[in-house]
Structures are given as structure tokens and as C-alpha cells.
């Protein structure tokens, strides 16, 4: 009996000790250049394409991105480039020139 009753306490104790060592889920956001509803679109599909980010939402008034991520999949830097690899520039990256070029004419938005 007492076997089991250790066997038990330490299949629990793993399973307390498995749940404390969940990844973080973390929240940031930041500023994206863009002006309409066709570059939030493309702006939070940019962001939800990152493995590990669980939420992206762009409001294209304040020009705010407000991401959630799993930061043992993925991190702020990731997310950043992938936005600006579709053509947006981020407070910390610049989107390529190339790539800003192709966006519609509605999307380009004034570079600094």
C-alpha cells in the first residue's frame, strides 16, 4: 500500500512540477504603418502567421498592432519582420523597398 500511495504522490508531483514549466504567453504592442482595412487585414495575418502568436489586432486609427505570443515559440523580433517582410514598416523594422511598392495604392502609407 505504501508503494502505491508514493508511486501516486510522485506521478503528481510530475504533473504539478510539468504544469509549472508552461511557456509564458505574453502581450506587447507597437506601432505599424498602414491606412485602411485592407492593410490590417494583411498586417494581422502577417502577425498570426508566426508560430506561437495567438492574437493580433491593428487598429488602423492609432496605427497600434496589440500581439499575444507564446514566447517559447516565437518573439517580438519575429513578429516585427514578419509584418515588414509583407510590406509594412514597424517601429523597429523598415519593410523593403521592393515590397512597399507592390502594396495597393490605398496602402501606401508616408515613409519616414
Not at 489586432?57 to 509584418?83: G, N, Q, R, Y
Request: charged share 30%; aromatic share 6%.
Amino acid at each position: 500500500m505504501k508503494k502505491k500511495l508514493l508511486s501516486l504522490l510522485g506521478i503528481v508531483a510530475m504533473i504539478t512540477l510539468s504544469y509549472s514549466v508552461q511557456a509564458e504567453n505574453k502581450k506587447a504592442s507597437f506601432k505599424v504603418s498602414g491606412n485602411c482595412g485592407m492593410c490590417e487585414k494583411t498586417i494581422e495575418t502577417a502577425a498570426k502567421s508566426v508560430d506561437g502568436v495567438t492574437m493580433a489586432d491593428w487598429d488602423k486609427k492609432t496605427k497600434v498592432i496589440k500581439v499575444s505570443f507564446d514566447t517559447e515559440k516565437t518573439s517580438l523580433d519575429a513578429i516585427h519582420k514578419a509584418i515588414a517582410k509583407v510590406g509594412y514598416d514597424t517601429e523597429k523594422i523598415k519593410a523593403n523597398d521592393e515590397v512597399y511598392n507592390k502594396l495597393h495604392s490605398c496602402c501606401k502609407y508616408e515613409r519616414k
